[in-house]
């Protein structure tokens, strides 16, 4: 499946962003729900009186009004919604932080687990299919898709991460993960869609307070093991929140079973600054980073997690959140970033790496439309967008709904190229009289040339992949070309009836 993350354009407008969406054959919307927008009097230290916070009615209607719009929008379209629940938390439900200790944000320092489940529960309810809100007719279509708290190993987003060298945010993630997962189950969320994880794909060996931890060191605490993948005992499993016995290790697994039971893991793949090429490692040559290139080692230690508790579950890998940072438009912090064609090139090879893995789940999109900088639709302060501030497709915006990609282009006369593509509308896409979606591949000899079709392709699945072999004449060019069906439901007036991908240049010897 593919999940592409939206919130202000998909608040502003949903139906016309839904059809954008849709025309893109995105499967899935991921929707932050900041836990602090909801909750009363978030600026206040003293919760409210008589606040029940697991009942929906009693959180602002104001607040819901985006939300609703945009899950019933979605279940017309067919698009999934996943409701990523994170912080901040309202100041009532977190620890304030000790003097001295300095906090971007009180917010994300020490949410409270307890409060945390009763928020959850008040969101499940509210979208399991049977709610009706004040004033409406119809309940609210059911949501099925959910994780919880965004990017825990990021400091911004969970506080503090280390307190003299001692993980601290592991403890606290596993905590939010099980009173979420509690919520869920308690109202008729146990055979959803319920992902763990969400990690930030880098960090640092010793964040302190604000900084980020290394994915993988991050992942073993919660688990209470240490880097030699050893039950941690004694006084380091109580600094951690951990059994310190091997009789109290022996209910671990049935005590934090949302570690175990999952669905998959929700990692962020982002290369390198947004930028690097997707088979590149980190200059830092950190083992514990879970970038798309340490996909090997993240799903190794998962299993080596899961093993030391006898269980022998092997999860699936949800990319979540990934794209590449560009220019233009100009980049507000000045950073080198890539150029839209460079990116469409990136996102399409991007991708085949993770199809050719059996363990990866989803693609992922971040973002639809860059992030603007006020008064400047030039700048972007998060540039990894399919459409720029101003509202124009950029040119991986192509590259991202027919993704095309030669692992090999170069050969020599008579031998055939690998070409592996997605039609990604095609899971939308309805079948005329039967018939399934084909696909054409195209050719042309010169940037002036005419395009020719070499091979017409039948799409054999409804998910749009397809890899065949194609001899070339000679070296040239080759594209996908792909017709939206008269029957397209949804389609933008502004999309034409057909499509192409980005042009990748073969050579033939």
């Not at 209470?224 to 951990?242: I, K, P």
């Not at 793949?269 to 993240?298: F, R, W």
Request: one cysteine or more; proline letters at 10%.
């Amino acid at each position: 499946m593919t999940i592409l993350q939206e919130n202000i354009h998909l608040f502003l407008d949903p139906v016309d962003t839904l059809d954008v969406v849709r025309s893109l054959g995105v499967k899935e919307v991921r929707i932050f729900v900041p836990w602090a927008t909801f909750a009363p009097d978030p600026s206040s230290r003293k919760r409210p009186s008589a606040f029940d916070a697991t009942n929906p009615s009693t959180y602002p209607a104001a607040a819901w009004a985006p939300y609703d719009a945009a899950v019933r929008a979605a279940a017309a379209r067919g698009i999934g919604v996943y409701l990523l629940l994170t912080g901040p938390a309202p100041l009532w439900a977190t620890t304030a932080p000790p003097k001295g200790v300095f906090t971007h944000d009180p917010g994300v320092y020490e949410p409270s687990a307890s409060q945390f489940g009763e928020f959850v529960k008040a969101v499940a309810t509210r979208y399991d299919g049977n709610y009706t809100p004040h004033g409406d007719t119809s309940p609210l279509p059911k949501v099925s898709f959910w994780s919880f708290w965004d990017e825990p190993n990021y400091g911004p987003d969970l506080q503090p991460q280390t307190i003299d060298g001692v993980e601290v945010s592991p403890a606290l993630y596993r905590g939010l993960l099980d009173a979420g997962w509690s919520a869920l189950h308690a109202t008729g969320h146990g055979d959803d869609t319920i992902l763990i994880g969400e990690t930030a794909p880098r960090g640092g060996p010793d964040p302190g307070v604000v900084g980020g931890t290394v994915p993988l060191r991050f992942l073993r605490a919660p688990y209470c093991v240490s880097s030699s993948y050893q039950q941690l005992r004694g006084s380091a499993a109580a600094a951690r929140r951990c059994p310190k016995t091997a009789m109290a290790s022996s209910r671990f697994r049935a005590q934090n079973p949302a570690l175990f039971e999952a669905t998959g893991y929700a990692d962020h793949m982002y290369t390198s600054g947004q930028v690097s090429p997707p088979n590149l490692p980190d200059p830092a040559n950190e083992p514990d980073y879970a970038g798309l290139v340490d996909l090997p080692h993240l799903e190794q230690t998962l299993d080596r997690l899961n093993a030391i508790y006898g269980s022998d579950t092997r999860f699936p890998i949800y990319n979540t959140e990934f794209g590449f940072q560009t220019n233009p438009p100009k980049p507000l912090c000045g950073c080198v970033f890539l150029s839209p064609a460079t990116a469409g090139y990136y996102l399409n090879w991007s991708e085949y790496l993770m199809w050719k893995d059996p363990r990866v789940r989803s693609n992922s999109q971040y973002l639809l439309y860059d992030t603007a900088v006020a008064g400047h639709l030039n700048e972007s302060s998060f540039a990894t967008g399919l459409i720029s501030a101003s509202g124009t497709p950029k040119a991986d915006y192509a590259a991202f709904r027919l993704p095309i990609y030669l692992p090999v282009t170069s050969t020599r006369h008579g031998r055939g190229l690998e070409v592996w593509g997605h039609v990604r509308p095609a899971v939308f896409a309805p079948h005329d009289g039967g018939a399934p979606q084909r696909v054409l591949i195209q050719f042309r000899r010169s940037s002036r040339g005419r395009w020719t079709t070499l091979r017409t392709v039948t799409l054999a699945s409804a998910a749009g992949y397809f890899e065949v072999p194609v001899a070339f004449p000679s070296s040239g060019a080759v594209r996908l070309q792909w017709t939206y069906p008269p029957k397209f439901a949804f389609l933008p007036a502004a999309t034409p009836a057909t499509v192409t991908s980005r042009i990748q240049k073969i050579t033939v010897s």
